[in-house]
T-cell receptor, first 114, second 116 residues
Framework: AQSVTQLGSHVSVSEGALVLLRCNYS??????LFWYVQYPNQGLQLLLK??????LVKGINGFEAEFKKSETSFHLTKPSAHMSDAAEYFC????????????FGTGTRLQVML | EAGVAQSPRYKIIEKRQSVAFWCNPI?????LYWYQQILGQGPKLLIQ????????DSQLPKDRFSAERLKGVDSTLKIQPAKLEDSAVYLC??????????????FGPGTRLTVT
């Protein structure tokens, strides 16, 4: 069975600072990996995904993530935070070959300060 | 392109009452999912449909939860009777198909259920 761990339920950064949200997975085989963003009272929106191709994945809104098999990690980064990035971020995994059967982490709330 | 629609957006009921949620997926999407998102946790898959057939309902509490997707389009999720621990946001998602590296789930805005 696969599981996803997000370190840090809350992360605060200053506007313009680097954003780093951590995600580690546990799976017998490398899964497909996803980052979703959730704004208040809205559904989840896909930021980016890793599906066994390039290990550095670029997504929307300037976010990117790197798949590191040796570290079983898929951390999300953005060079410069913007106020509009304040939201809840979820890392998720699915068995390779499908984007179904998503297992989500517990989420990280990103706060961006002036 | 219209997104995944859900109704109602909010619902407050007393424990032991029943409640139903409705979901209309993106047109042409064969796969439909219902998730439960408890406050402070990530979404948990309750049930997954492919057209009008159930693919996975292993995490659905079948003694009180039921779901159907008649005609392979709209879906309803029902809770009867509700318990306090059912308070959560119920998210519906849809995807074009069941598998494939380019498959993507699109989420609706959710229904926030409060059981008092």
């Amino acid at each position: 069975a696969q599981s996803v761990t997000q370190l840090g339920s809350h992360v605060s950064v200053s506007e313009g600072a680097l954003v780093l949200l951590r995600c580690n997975y546990s799976s017998s085989v490398p899964p497909y990996l996803f980052w979703y963003v959730q704004y208040p009272n809205q559904g989840l929106q896909l930021l980016l995904k890793y599906t066994s191709a390039a290990t550095l994945v670029k997504g929307i809104n300037g976010f990117e993530a790197e798949f590191k098999k040796s570290e079983t990690s898929f951390h999300l980064t953005k060079p410069s935070a913007h106020m509009s990035d304040a939201a809840e971020y979820f890392c998720a995994a699915s068995p390779p070959g499908t984007a179904s059967k998503l297992t989500f982490g517990t989420g990280t709330r990103l706060q961006v300060m002036l | 392109e219209a997104g995944v629609a859900q109704s109602p957006r909010y619902k407050i009921i007393e424990k032991r009452q029943s409640v139903a949620f409705w979901c209309n997926p993106i047109s042409g999407h064969a796969t439909l999912y219902w998730y439960q998102q408890i406050l402070g946790q990530g979404p948990k898959l309750l049930i997954q449909f492919q057209n009008n057939g159930v693919v996975d309902d292993s995490q659905l509490p079948k003694d009180r939860f039921s779901a159907e997707r008649l005609k392979g389009v709209d879906s309803t999720l029902k809770i009867q009777p509700a318990k306090l621990e059912d308070s959560a946001v119920y998210l519906c998602a849809s995807s074009l198909r069941l598998a494939g590296h380019d498959n993507e789930q699109y989420f609706g805005p959710g229904t926030r259920l409060t059981v008092t």
